[in-house]
């Protein structure tokens, strides 16, 4: 009794450093962490849909297609987000057998075609959700308009049920998998793991996402209307490039940065030229090499995009030169992130 | 002695913060000043009543009761009633079926890109006192950052003061300037420099009511109804009790060219060939009926309409029905007049090129309101009234004396079109009636969107959980 009250009360800073847990404890936590998530995000685009309508109200069809799209996005990038966190958490210790989970089935869930047809699969699953509720909301409304809180809450219920529930499933894999590697996932070479396997399918994904985004931003500017304000012009269209950069500069060391570090403390990297690859220092690459990797993208994509692009642009000009300045941006940021990743914990293993 | 002086501090702390209240503090009369003029608006009246332009467009008023305020809104064009430009607004169209007679809805008409009513670059100005007090909006320089180097085609000033006062200014160089809001104008009626002022205000002690709006070389339809110059103006001024009060105001309309014939209308009179005659003789309907007679090919009539007085209100005024005439006490005058009312159909080149295919155009050249008021309330509120027993605060409202308005009775010359139908009457004035588009889904089309939704949904559901049965276990 005395002991527990001698015992020093855990700073706030201990209470949050991640500590291992029982794996079904791991899962619950982030059910809850997809729950808040879901709702920031619905939150989130439901603020940003209403937003871009005159009237603040949505007609059925934009609110159904928001519902969709929103589901089926969400679906998707979850899937490969949480498949990396429960693999890298799994890797480091962060999570422990508990004797619920099931042994891995000899399948090598880390090809490219197994991860990215798995997110697939899950943006069809969010899509087929989405939809059976978008087609329900649209009996509902019966030809009415939408407000912000309809949209809200029909977000909510769409992409962040089609979240969790994707982020359930890839974190469980995520686990499993590192708790107990199949025998046929076999080692790779950094460069093509890094380069081919991940980060083009996943600048590919960005760009086809950043075009989306901004046809939702920009469909109601007026083109080529010079004496007009809200208008499409080249300022206007690029003025959120440093917002863009840091955004996937974020979202691209967090997933493949992860990925990295987890395949590498599982041993399933090989490096072809070690000599040049690995040099002799503990961490070559500092967060300083993902900076200025940015700032160079920002500022040599963004000149580009300036001199490419006319003053007045059309929409279609617009959703191209966004959906190629994030693609390349995402395959360069993701790539480094993966290599960075990748090469300090092999150096830290030896 | 310590509570005595802290009640006492209280009912002193209480007094100070009610005196500046006090209705009667100050000995003087509640005035009320208001105004508003355009030199054209234009209006599609079929399929659905809807304004694309008033221009230049002045309102303005004053107040003075327990305090002083003022406010006035000045636009070359507004977007004050419905539209202006690309998009239509019909303001009593219940679309959505949800929202009420409120809802603006819009009908993309397809002529020039669409220009957003609340709009900050378009060239109207606001201000309020106490508040905003003054705004300057010039078109196209206040659009963005990258149109500051362009010259100004037109210009909004608005400036609302203490006294009260209120000064507005409106100009445009034209009304269908390339890429103005209302360039879409161009084939319906083109318009030459565009000015619209107003200044309402107290001067020793006489609230002073003063409006304005012009207009040079007006042309409708490329020319089949040539206006030279017009010109509204409208003063009214009320002294108060015991004092004088008058109103007066005219539109002179100069050099008008239709079917071969050029002639003037002013003071109530048609000037043509050095003769004059009134508007409402024998000669002047005469002229008038003959003159739409040979407009009959162009598909156009033109009415002249004199005092407004008799009108009944449609969405003329943006305002409920205002008193006309003048007071015998000194307190009131008011007075409001009207233009000529152009009535077109209007033929396919001018509206091919939209989606909307408007069928007909009326326009409004000329119009002028103004009032002024002066009275010596002693209703409200004062700090006297404490100590002066019962006292009735919601006073009976006044009933003013109206006198008959100052100008002569005139006849309204278009309300002579009675047996046409509908679609070819008149609707200048008339109050619009409330389109709904709204249709609701068929109980077939719900019924197959709730079957899919839910065999979606089981689909969907059945997949997820098989797959985290798999991987996540029960």
Redesign the interface.
């Known amino acids: 009794m005395t002991m527990a009250l001698d015992a020093p009360k855990p700073t706030l800073r201990e209470r949050f450093t991640p500590r291992a847990q029982g794996r079904t404890q791991y899962?619950s936590g982030q059910v809850f962490a997809g729950l808040i998530n879901a709702l920031i995000s619905a939150l989130f685009v439901s603020a940003y849909g209403i937003t871009r309508v005159?009237?603040h109200?949505l007609s059925p069809a934009t609110a159904a297609t928001i519902l969709i799209a929103g589901a089926a996005i969400n679906a998707f990038i979850t899937a490969i987000v949480s498949f990396y966190t429960g693999l890298s958490d799994a890797a480091s210790g962060l999570v422990t057998k508990d004797g619920?989970?099931?042994p891995s089935p000899d399948v090598d869930v880390l090809s490219a075609a197994s991860l990215w047809g798995r997110a697939i699969a899950g943006g069809l699953?969010?899509a087929?959700?989405g939809?059976?509720?978008?087609?329900?909301a649209?009996?509902a409304l019966?030809?009415?308009?939408t407000h912000f809180l309809g949209l809200f809450v029909g977000v909510l219920v769409t992409a962040g049920v089609a979240s969790i529930?994707s982020g359930?499933?890839g974190n469980?894999?995520g686990v499993?998998t590192g708790l107990d590697l199949p025998k046929a996932i076999m080692p790779r070479p950094a460069r093509r793991r890094a380069w081919r396997d991940l980060a083009l399918p996943f600048a590919i994904v960005f760009g086809i996402f950043a075009a989306a985004f901004g046809l939702l931003l920009f469909h109601d500017y007026?083109?080529?209307?010079?004496?007009?304000?809200?208008?499409l012009?080249e300022?206007e269209i690029l003025a959120d490039l440093p917002f863009q950069v840091l955004l996937i500069t974020w979202i691209a060391n967090f997933v493949l940065g992860r990925a990295g570090k987890a395949e590498a403390t599982l041993g399933l990297v090989t490096f072809e030229d070690p000599e040049r690859e690995l040099p002799n220092t503990k961490s070559p690459y500092g967060i300083q090499a993902m900076v200025w990797t940015a700032v160079i993208v920002l500022f040599a994509g963004g000149s580009l995009a300036r001199f490419i692009l006319p003053s007045y642009p059309t929409l279609v000009e617009v959703l191209i030169a966004r959906g190629a300045f994030s693609l390349v941006t995402a395959f360069v940021i993701g790539g480094m992130a993966y290599m960075r990743g990748a090469v300090n914990t092999t150096l830290e293993q030896r | 002695m310590k509570r005595t002086l802290s009640l006492a501090g209280i009912f002193i702390f209480l007094v100070a913060i009610v005196i500046p209240f006090d209705a009667r503090a100050a000995s003087q009369l509640d005035i009320d000043g208001e105004t508003e003029a355009f030199a054209v608006r234009v209006e599609y009246d079929i399929p659905l009543p809807a304004s694309i332009g008033t221009e230049p467009h002045v309102i303005g008023e004053i107040r003075r009761t327990f305090g002083e305020n003022s406010k006035g809104l000045s636009g070359a064009p507004t977007n004050f009633t419905a539209v202006t430009g690309g998009d239509v607004y019909d303001p009593w169209a219940g679309v959505?079926?949800?929202?009420g007679p409120l809802?603006?809805s819009?009908v993309q008409t397809g002529i020039?890109?669409?220009?957003?009513p609340h709009?900050?670059?378009l060239p109207t100005a606001e201000c309020f006192y106490p508040g905003n007090a003054s705004k300057t909006v010039s078109?196209?320089r206040d659009?963005?950052a990258?149109?500051k180097p362009i010259p100004p085609t037109s210009y909004a000033n608005a400036i609302c003061g203490a006294g009260p006062s209120t000064q507005l200014t409106a100009y445009s160089a034209s009304d269908d300037v390339?890429?103005?809001p209302t360039a879409s104008l161009g084939p319906i009626l083109h318009t030459g420099p565009l000015e619209a002022d107003s200044m309402l205000q107290p001067v020793h002690g006489v609230v002073t009511s003063n409006a304005r709006a012009s207009a040079h070389d007006v042309k409708v339809l490329d020319g089949v109804i040539r206006i030279g110059s017009v010109e509204a103006e409208g003063v009214s001024t009320a002294e108060g009790p015991g004092g004088k009060d008058s109103t007066t105001g005219h539109i002179a309309l100069t050099n008008i060219t239709a079917a071969g014939q050029t002639f003037s209308v002013a003071e109530d009179e048609i000037t043509v060939a050095n003769q004059r005659f009134p508007i409402d003789s024998s000669a002047g309907q005469a002229f008038l009926e003959n003159l739409n007679n040979g407009l009959a090919g162009t598909g156009c009539k033109l009415s002249v309409m004199g005092p407004a007085s008799p009108y009944p209100q449609g969405f003329l005024l943006s305002r409920k029905p205002p008193a006309l005439g003048t007071a015998k006490d000194g307190t009131f005058a008011a007075s409001m007049y009207g233009g000529m009312l152009i009535l077109c159909d209007l033929p396919h080149a001018a509206t091919d090129p939209t989606t909307f295919t408007p069928q007909r155009v009326q326009i409004l050249v000329g119009f002028v309101y103004s009032m002024a008021r002066a009275v010596k309330d002693d209703a409200g509120f004062g700090t006297g009234d404490f100590f002066a027993g019962t006292k009735t605060f919601n006073t009976p409202s006044r009933t003013l004396t109206i006198a008959a308005p100052p100008v002569k009775p005139s006849t309204v010359v278009a309300a002579k079109v009675d047996t046409a139908p509908i679609s070819q009457q008149p609707q200048a004035f008339a109050p619009s009636g409330r389109t709904i588009r709204?249709?609701?889904?068929a109980m077939s089309t719900?019924?197959a969107?709730?079957a899919?939704?839910?065999?979606?949904?089981?689909?969907?559901?059945n997949?997820?959980s098989r797959?985290?049965k798999e991987?996540?276990?029960s």
């Not at chain 1, 939809?131 to 329900?136: H, I, M, S, V």
């Not at chain 1, 007026?222 to 208008?231: E, L, N, R, T, W």
């Open positions: 899962l005159s009237s109200r619920t989970e099931k699953g969010g087929a959700w939809t059976g509720l978008a087609f329900l649209l009996a019966n030809r009415r308009e529930t359930l499933a469980a894999l499993r007026h083109v080529g209307a010079q004496f007009s304000s809200h208008v012009t300022k | 959505n079926g949800n929202d809802k603006v819009t020039g890109p669409p220009v957003d709009n900050p670059g078109f196209p659009l963005r990258e149109t390339p890429g103005s709204y249709k609701p889904l719900r019924i969107l709730i899919i939704g839910i065999v979606l949904l089981i689909a969907a559901t997949f997820a797959r985290l991987l996540v276990g």
